[in-house]
């Protein structure tokens, strides 16, 4: 198997129900789970703690040479991936509101960018994965054979945060979400570098309407027809 059949990208904006649907499509072909969008998150959050000039990206890369990103495999399916800076758990400080929002402007800077690319190429050498993020598809490996590109009205998208967050005993309003999802759309869309936008040989699938569940039926079935199965 090639480097490009070993690899599934699966991109979108905020909410559109990625998370659970790259964890689902990992589970059913056996490929690992790779959470890009944890890896901002870790990384905005060692930023804020340390107190880093986002404008000073020598400062930047100095101060993440001392960090050290570990991505330990969700327990199952229906989990979060574990994530770790230096040792220390941070997979549920990571994943506020506040931390989104700050994951969204850190990932605007191009020194953060090119380390993270490079982690996340290095997880797609050593073995199959299915990589969610915002550019999976367009830059992480524009080479790989199964490329998603999964997308839904902003509403519909601040009203599946919301119930996400709700399960996570994290209190928030649909109007306060629907905001920062808006705001996060056009941050993530509107970057310079590696910006959010579908790969052009990447099949658009709307889900608005449809379950997550009919998602994955989807996706495996265009992977199972792309193998000839
Ligand atoms: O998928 P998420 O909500 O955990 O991502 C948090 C932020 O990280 C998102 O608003 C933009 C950024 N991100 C990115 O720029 N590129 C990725 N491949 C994944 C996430």
Do not use: C, W
């Not at 005993?169 to 509107?190: F, M, V, Y």
């Amino acid at each position: 198997m090639s480097e490009k059949e070993n690899i599934i990208t699966i991109d979108g904006p905020a909410g559109v129900g990625k998370s659970t649907v790259s964890r689902r499509v990992a589970a059913a072909t056996g490929f690992a789970y790779l959470d890009t969008g944890a890896m901002y998150r870790a990384v905005g959050l060692y930023l804020k703690r340390h107190a880093i000039d986002l404008d000073n990206p020598k400062e930047i890369a100095y101060i993440l040479k001392t960090l050290r990103l570990e991505l330990v495999p969700a327990v199952n399916e229906h989990s979060d991936v574990g994530v770790f800076i230096n040792g220390e758990d941070v997979s549920d400080p990571i994943r506020t509101p506040e931390m989104a929002m700050i994951a969204s402007r850190v990932s605007a800077v191009p020194v953060v960018r090119d380390i993270l690319t490079e982690i996340q190429r290095g997880y797609g050498k050593k073995g199959k994965i299915v990589a969610e993020g915002r550019d999976t598809g367009t830059v992480v490996f524009p080479d790989a054979a199964y490329k998603f590109f999964l997308d839904a009205k902003p509403e519909e998208r601040a009203r599946r945060r919301v119930e996400q967050l709700q399960k996570k005993g994290i209190a928030a309003s649909l109007q306060q979400i629907l905001e920062l999802t808006l705001e996060r759309d056009k941050n993530d869309r509107s970057r310079s570098v590696a910006p959010l936008k579908q790969a052009d040989d990447a099949l658009l699938i709307d889900t608005t309407t449809i379950t997550l569940e009919a998602v994955v039926l989807r996706i495996l079935g265009e992977i199972a027809k792309k193998d000839g199965r």
